[in-house]
């Protein structure tokens, strides 16, 4: 039991995992908040060019959302960082990890906050444009806050589901969490810093996770 | 343009490194067909165990899954297939994937069987239980085949991310669709091995998107 927990090569690992949660952390926010601006985004503009000329955006939305919910994250993060720069293209670790973790949430954020907005009655629309407020005030005043209170539960899982998969960014030498315990294994040869990054991510995660099967009964529309 | 395609779509180097792709793309599906198998036996396990199990029971077994949960799969996989030798167990690479990628999606499917199983309304239990159906038999007959219809979109969805996440098994140096397009982009020093494997996902998968789609599946699923 010992080899699982030697003392020497988990106080050797510490400071490098120590260092590899602020990676994690940072990789986790800004994919976050650049996927879900992302997927409002275009679930507005679909919502916004109904009707209008533009149709074929919306498709190409729809298209969107499909590719990238049919795409590994890994694949997309390995085409991103070993393909790309054949294209004069080169991104470094950390943001080949940020676009591809953004592109994948952006894609189910937009599908759920579509969903959102598609759920809120025909009526609404009729009632709010029949008061006077253009398309756009609409949409921002009456449906889509509406539509948000849906969106929190599933959101809150792919926001997390995204948060865990910046695990993969150890892949491409970001030095987050698992890239930094799996250094100190290869040197120790010992499984100790792979149980300690495992602890710190039971730590970061386990109460998100509880919090998102919260969200789930609470809001009670799964 | 013609520029680009010799360096993302080279023909020559797609027909060299077709070989090699086509073998990991065969090794891509025996690591599905163990783990979305495994992943819906030992979920239906787990969603069954839920129902039966008394209140305290049930809490525990919940417990336990957002434990597991709350590991990235990227880790759990590191964590199994690097670290069981250190317990004296090897077991050969596409098992230990098969282990630890079932582990992980094993919960999500049970979590939706159970979603599937808490839909049907008690009254039918109760209907079932006084024609002196026993509790399996009113589970195998009436509960279940409502039940799993009531989820199909999910399983169906959850199902897809099951097989996205064999892309990991690379990681661990198991010769997937993944792991051989990386090895020919390396020979050839060409980027086309890659697109190709890319576009091979995207044959893969884009169907069984539109079916989701079809059966009326959202991207609403646990993370």
Not at chain 1, 201 to 214: Q, S
Not at chain 2, 122 to 148: F, Y
Request: proline residues 7%.
């Amino acid at each position: 039991m010992r080899i699982f927990f030697d003392p020497e090569v988990l106080a050797a690992a510490w400071p490098g995992i120590r260092s590899g949660i602020g990676v994690t952390l940072g990789l986790a926010l800004t994919s976050i908040a650049a996927g879900v601006a992302l997927g409002l985004l275009l679930a507005t503009v679909r919502a916004l060019i109904q009707g209008a000329p533009l149709r074929p955006v919306g498709g190409l939305i729809a298209a969107y959302a499909d590719v990238f919910r049919a795409m590994p994250p890994l694949v997309l993060l390995v085409v991103l960082y070993f393909a790309a720069p054949f294209a004069g293209i080169e991104l470094s670790g950390f943001m080949a990890a940020f676009v591809a973790l953004g592109l994948v949430l952006g894609a189910s954020a937009e599908e759920i906050f579509w969903a959102g907005i598609t759920s809120v009655n025909r009526g609404q629309w009729e009632a709010a444009l029949s008061t006077g407020l253009s398309r756009g005030e609409a949409f921002r005043r009456v449906v889509l806050p509406q539509a948000v209170r849906l969106t929190i539960p599933p959101l809150t899982n792919r926001a997390i589901a995204t948060g865990k998969n910046t695990a993969l960014a150890s892949v491409v030498a970001v030095p987050e969490v698992l890239n930094q315990a799996a250094s100190v294994q290869a040197q120790t040869a010992s499984p100790a810093p792979l149980l300690l990054a495992a602890g710190v991510y039971v730590a970061l995660f386990l109460p998100l996770v509880r919090l998102g099967r919260w969200l789930e009964t609470r809001f009670h529309i799964r | 343009m013609s520029e680009f395609f010799q360096t993302f779509l080279n023909p020559g180097v797609m027909a060299e490194s077709s070989g090699l792709l086509l073998r990991g793309l065969w090794v891509t599906l025996q690591a599905c067909l163990i783990v979305v198998p495994g992943g819906l036996l030992f979920g239906a396990g787990l969603a069954l165990a839920q129902t039966l199990a008394p209140a305290w029971g049930a809490r525990s077994l919940s417990w336990g899954v957002d434990l597991i949960r709350a590991f990235p799969p990227l880790v759990l996989l590191v964590l199994i297939v690097h670290g069981l030798p250190f317990l004296g167990i090897e077991p050969p690479p596409l098992l230990g994937v098969g282990i630890a990628l079932t582990i992980n999606t094993s919960t999500y499917y049970g979590e939706i069987l159970r979603a599937g199983i808490l839909s049907i309304e008690p009254t039918q239990w109760e209907a079932a239980r006084s024609t002196g159906l026993g509790t399996m038999a009113t589970l195998r007959h009436v509960i279940l085949p409502q039940g799993v219809r009531n989820v199909l979109p999910d399983l169906a969805g959850n199902t897809l991310e099951a097989v996205k996440l064999t892309s990991l098994a690379s990681v661990v140096a198991l010769p997937d669709l993944l792991r051989m397009a990386r090895v020919a982009q390396g020979v050839h020093f060409n980027p086309s091995p890659l697109i190709l494997a890319a576009l091979l996902y995207l044959a893969l998968l884009w169907p069984l998107v539109r079916l989701i789609r079809r059966l009326g599946g959202r991207a609403v699923l646990p993370a």
